[in-house]
């Protein structure tokens, strides 16, 4: 199985900080990495696919970038809404498999 | 605009059949090149992937959970269905069923999940 490691495991930020979020692969993935965002009690929501590709209705402050084993996940300017667990995941061998989740908090 | 939603007990016995369906509306499907995913997440913790039926039927499981794990897909219906057999406390958790969403791209078939059902807790206890 691929393993992927994100870091940091969570990061205090205020409004309007720019938040960088790491995502490393145990394997090239080639560009084959997507990121979700996670509130409380609701379901994963795609942000990013196919590591830079900024789904539709997404704010364009987030971005997303890497090839290879190094991905980030850039939230240029932190809003309210944002404050969510994010996610990355790698589709480029089954089994599927996620991140450990970045939880951003309120500082 | 594609919904799905999870339904079954919220409940089940040690030793016994976690089953669960998810429903498709808004489309059907049979329609696109689209595979259906289960995936789950223990309360405080990250999401696992269980596997994913196609349209004709083709699986994909985890190989930490292929020996209990059984997904179908019923057309007719616009449903998919996962059965977990021998469940004990460590399969307590959200379930979420996804659409495995492909993409042919110049540099290959490319996946990912979206949209998600709202997630259906299952809890594991006598």
């Known amino acids: 199985d691929i393993q992927m490691t994100q870091s940091p495991s969570s990061l205090s930020a205020s409004v309007g900080d720019r938040v960088t979020i790491t995502c490393r692969a145990s394997?090239?993935?080639?560009?084959?990495l997507n990121w979700y965002q996670q509130k409380p009690g609701k379901a994963p929501k795609l942000l990013i696919y196919?590591?830079?590709s900024l789904q539709s209705g997404v704010p364009s402050r987030f971005s997303g970038s890497g090839s290879g084993t190094d991905f980030t996940l850039t939230i240029s300017s932190l809003q309210p809404e944002d404050f969510a667990t994010y996610y990355c995941?790698?589709?480029?061998?089954?089994?599927?498999?996620f991140g450990q989740g970045t939880k951003v908090e309120f500082k | 605009q594609v919904q799905l939603q999870e339904s079954g007990p919220g409940l089940v016995k040690p030793s016994q059949t976690l089953s669960l369906t998810c429903t498709v509306s808004?489309?059907?499907?049979?329609?696109?090149?689209?595979?259906w995913s289960w995936i789950r997440q223990p309360a405080g913790k990250g999401l696992e992937w269980i596997g994913r039926?196609?349209?004709?039927?083709?699986?994909n499981y985890n190989p930490s959970l292929k020996s209990r794990v059984t997904i179908s897909i019923d057309t007719s219906k616009n449903q998919f269905s996962l059965k977990l057999t021998s469940v004990t406390a460590a399969d307590t958790a959200v379930y979420y069923c996804?659409?495995?969403?492909?993409?042919?791209?110049?540099?290959?078939?490319?996946?990912?999940?979206?949209?998600w059902g709202q997630g259906t807790l299952v809890t594991v206890s006598s």
């Open positions: 996804a659409r495995d969403y492909e993409i042919t791209m110049l540099r290959g078939v490319m996946y990912w999940f979206d949209p």
């Open positions: 808004g489309g059907s499907i049979s329609s696109g090149s689209y595979y």
């Open positions: 039926i196609y349209t004709s039927g083709s699986t």
């Open positions: 394997q090239s993935i080639s560009s084959y």
């Open positions: 196919v590591a830079s």
């Open positions: 995941q790698q589709s480029y061998s089954t089994p599927w498999t």
